[in-house]
């Protein structure tokens, strides 16, 4: 499944992340400040993932996904429980209003990330009934 958004919207994405990059504090024994930077790198590279889809880097933008798989672990230890969408926008919209068309990536790409599809194990089996 893909990111989704297009390049402006990318642009935009990373507007945000720039905006809530600032409002971070900077005390990084603070778990909570880690939880911040940890959405923060998970913003950046999501509009990376979005951008090498756009321009069909392929392996970029798998390698994005990977990346932002471990930011869902991280975001899980520190949560204690499996993440949901509406745990990133939460904290993101305390800063600024995200847009729907973010909203709607993260929440792709979370519910992707976190419930991945169950791969079929053996081959399907193959009936000749009539």
Do not use: W
């Amino acid at each position: 499944a893909k990111v989704g958004l297009s390049d402006a919207q990318t642009s935009e994405l990373l507007r945000l992340q720039d905006r809530y990059q600032f409002s971070l504090p900077r005390n990084l024994s603070d778990p909570t400040t880690c939880l911040g930077h940890n959405l923060n790198g998970y913003l950046g590279l999501l509009a990376i993932g979005a951008a090498c889809e756009n321009q069909g880097y392929k392996r970029i933008a798998e390698r994005s996904t990977k990346l932002r798989q471990a930011s869902m672990r991280a975001f899980a230890t520190y949560l204690q429980r499996r993440p949901s969408p509406d745990d990133l926008l939460h904290e993101l919209s305390r800063v600024a209003t995200v847009p729907p068309f973010i909203a709607e990536a993260i929440r792709r790409d979370v519910e992707r990330l976190v419930n991945p599809p169950v791969k079929q194990t053996t081959a399907p089996s193959l009936s000749l009934r009539s």
